[in-house]
């Protein structure tokens, strides 16, 4: 089980490099506005959680810049994970609001739809 994973794992890996999504181009100023917002959020992850790869690639497709934090990789990682989020589960995206209210979202789906709902949707998108 652990060697099937494994070369999943490796595969999705793979994949996700050999065909990796193009970013959607913003005007400068429109894509630096976004990147002051997503500085406030941060990603707990693992690079091989096929779960996070769809959430990488949505980033990507997306132009989204955002802090990840790998929690096999990181003791302290997993830690604030788990003290924040309550649940030792990836991908989760922690939202630091402007009023210091922080959210955990689990669910990759669930993480997908906000962010395009938060950047997406009305972006000043060149050629759009
Ligand atoms: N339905 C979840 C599945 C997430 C999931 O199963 N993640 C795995 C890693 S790939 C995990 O963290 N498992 C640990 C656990 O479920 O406690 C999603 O779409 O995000």
Not at 24 to 37: E, F, M, N, S
Not at 59 to 86: P, Y
Request: charge should be positive; aromatic fraction near 10%; proline fraction near 4%.
């Amino acid at each position: 089980m652990v060697i099937i994973r494994l070369i999943l794992g490796k595969l999705i890996l793979f994949f996700n490099w050999a065909f990796p999504p193009k970013g959607i181009q913003r005007r400068p100023k429109q894509q630096a506005q976004i990147d002051l917002q997503t500085a406030s959020l941060t990603l707990y992850q693992y690079k091989a959680c096929p779960f996070y790869v769809k959430v990488r690639r949505a980033m990507k497709r997306q132009s989204l810049s955002i802090e990840t934090r790998d929690v096999k990789r990181s003791e302290t990682a997993r830690g604030e994970l788990l003290a924040g989020g309550g649940d030792l589960k990836v991908p989760c995206l922690r939202v630091e609001g402007g009023d210091g209210q922080v959210e955990w979202l689990y669910e990759s789906g669930h993480i997908i739809g906000y962010l395009e709902d938060r950047f997406v949707a009305g972006s000043n998108v060149i050629g759009a």
